[in-house]
């Protein structure tokens, strides 16, 4: 089997979220188990010389971007056991910053002409062309239209995964036949409230959707989740499938982990205590081994729950003994609260307005609480590095949350679980975490129980090997 994963961001190489850490992890993971699977990305001027020097140039060829022919130059490297293509047109990725620009519509339908354009002139023709999120939803529409029947290309299937709704690549109408090439007649597959929708036109096309977790697949057939979407999305359901991503077990190890001061794992959480103390001296509060240490590494904005936290953290702070640590940055009104709240609570409340990676690491490690509020949340991440740290989980049941954390109060759960999105609700949840941390013997149970979850990529990697065999059989 042989899988082509475009995307236009990977790890280590540029990336500006989640979406750089998947096609940074789930290839390799793939090529673990045998799958032949390379990785083709834009050449961005971002991308650090180190890399640049070890490409290799393969050849150019010339890519129809509607009616004009564009210089493509395709080069190759290998990283983690990966081979990943880079295209270059200096004219479209030669510049500051991944996305953004005035006419990225143009630049990505470029992409993902090219990405097609390019398999004659590689020595590996894919089974199936996973695609992700909008800058590639034109994979499969371009291939459904123009290159299906067309020899050399027979019998390629199609996935495309959505990664968050939210961004759909929505653009004016004139585009389609002078940006995007795509004739009049053809329209109605990208056509969506009145505006070009890359993402719709992808779920029209591709054989097979999928999104990160499976909770996310069904939301999204909501109103509430799909920004718009939930009609196609529902008269497509069959096609939609959910598998909850992984996190990089190696890079992301409480044993391995150079950025805590003290290592430590399931089976001896003893350097733990040092960790949480560091934590508490790092950031300016008191060292308590007895009070409880609850963090949030998190953009500061709204979908991420932090109105719920701005209505109560003043309560929890004046009516419990505990300790918050905050580490990001995103919206003004939730910068400000922190910032003043913190001035008004230094020994309670210690915040970091930025996003510090070894800082990160130190808090998963040195927190015994991880809260995440999150009204809606694709997959998260967070909490599975938490679990993977032994910080316990606060998470509201949406999307991945709710497929990776499930509540303890059956003695079997990970971590503390609440539905309904209210502040005094999640504060409830969050007394119920404190008093869990108050019994020892349970709470070191709770742990080990927590650091033990399998959330690799190898369990995600075996249900996209599944997908793919079903596409390729022709049973989606």
Known sequence: MKVLYAVSEAKPFIASGGLGDVAGSLPAA?????????????????????????????THITVPVAWRRQYCGIFEAKYNGVIYYFLDNQYYFKRQGIYGHYDDAERFAFFS???????????FKPDVINCNDWQTALVPVYYSLFYGN???????KTAFTIHNIQYQGQFGEEIMEDVLGIPKEYSSLLHNDDCINLMKGAIECANAVTTVSPSYA???LDPYYSHGLDNILRMRSWKIHGILNGIDTVANDPMGDKNLPVNFNAEDVSGKAVCKAQLQKEMGLPEKPDTPVIGM???????????LVQCVLEELLCTSDVQVVVLGSGDWQYETFFAELSAKYPDKLAVKIA??????????GGSDIFLMPSQSEPCG?????????????????TGGLRDSVTDSGDNEGNGFVFEEYNAHVMLHTIRRALEGYNDKEGWAILRK???????????SANEYIKLYKMLIKGEN
Not at 113 to 123: F, G, K, T
Not at 150 to 156: A, D, H, K, W
Not at 381 to 397: D, E, H, K, N, T
Request: glycine share 6%; with cysteine.
């Open 30 to 58: 793939l090529r673990k188990r045998l799958i032949g699977c390379r990785v083709v990305m834009p050449l961005y001027e971002g991308i650090p010389e180190k890399f640049k020097a070890e490409m290799k140039f393969i």
């Open 113 to 123: 002409r090219a990405v097609l354009e390019m398999i004659p002139y590689i020595d």
């Open 150 to 156: 067309r020899p050399g290309f027979e019998n390629i």
């Open 218 to 220: 069904k939301e999204i």
């Open 297 to 307: 590494v998190t953009r500061l904005v709204s979908h991420k729950g932090l109105d």
């Open 355 to 364: 996003f510090v990676p070894a800082l990160a690491s130190r808090i998963y």
């Open 381 to 397: 991440l967070s909490q599975m590095f938490a679990l993977r740290y032994g910080s316990i989980p606060i998470v509201r049941a």
């Open 449 to 459: 129980r927590a650091m033990e979850c399998d959330y690799s990529w190898g369990r």
